[in-house]
């Protein structure tokens, strides 16, 4: 039971209800509690409505709900709830990973051009690790696996390989861009795409 309480399930949205990030149901509860957001009970498209936290923790829980037990009985967990004094949709840039770099670079290898599946692909180190090399935007590319072993600890132009385009950092996009439903919680399908 504990462990669904730190378990990030739940989608904020702003006051005009676009996502804005994700938050646990203790986060979720706090905020509700103190009336910097409240929940919005989603039965479906058609019927969606903001709930006070004096009304949330009467509803009653459905068999597809999560809940946490209280002294009170069963609280459901919210799936949304909405910040309503906020109005801001927050930018952020996506997080440095494989994927990312990836997907920055348009699945191709940035010394052949080679169109690659994610299995033929993997993250090279321009300037290497053993020389100093960073896990940064502008030390990563994404690079075919042959590629990247015949490369090995060289620079680039050491190992007669160049380079199609500098890398660089994203732009920052808006955070509704960067939140995925990992958990596939229904209700968020109404606010964050797939």
């Given at each position: 039971m504990n462990d669904i309480l730190n378990k990030s399930?739940?989608?904020v949205l702003n006051r005009n209800w676009q996502a804005i990030g994700v938050r646990t149901p203790q986060d979720a509860f706090c905020q509700m509690a103190t009336n910097v957001a409240t929940a919005l009970e989603i039965e479906g498209e058609n019927h969606v409505r903001p709930v006070t936290w004096g009304e949330w923790i009467t509803l009653a829980v459905r068999p597809q709900d999560n809940a946490v037990q209280t002294v009170r009985g069963p609280i459901r967990v919210p799936t949304v709830i909405v910040a309503v004094n906020y109005a801001k949709v927050p930018k952020k840039r996506p997080r440095l990973c494989s994927r990312?770099?990836?997907e920055r670079d348009g699945n191709r290898c940035q010394y052949t051009g080679r169109m690659l599946r994610?299995?033929?692909?993997?993250?090279?180190?321009?300037l290497?690790?053993?020389?100093g090399g960073k896990n940064a935007w502008e030390n990563l590319v994404w690079a075919g696996k042959d590629v990247n072993a015949r490369k090995g600890n060289r620079l680039p132009h050491e190992a007669?390989?160049?380079?199609?385009s500098v890398p660089r950092a994203p732009?920052?996009?808006?955070?509704s861009a960067t939140i995925r439903n990992a958990h596939g919680i229904a209700e968020w399908k109404l606010f964050v795409r797939e």
């Open positions: 399930i739940v989608l990312s770099i990836r994610p299995d033929e692909g993997s993250l090279d180190h321009v290497p690790r053993s020389r007669g390989l160049k380079l199609l732009k920052e996009v808006p955070a």
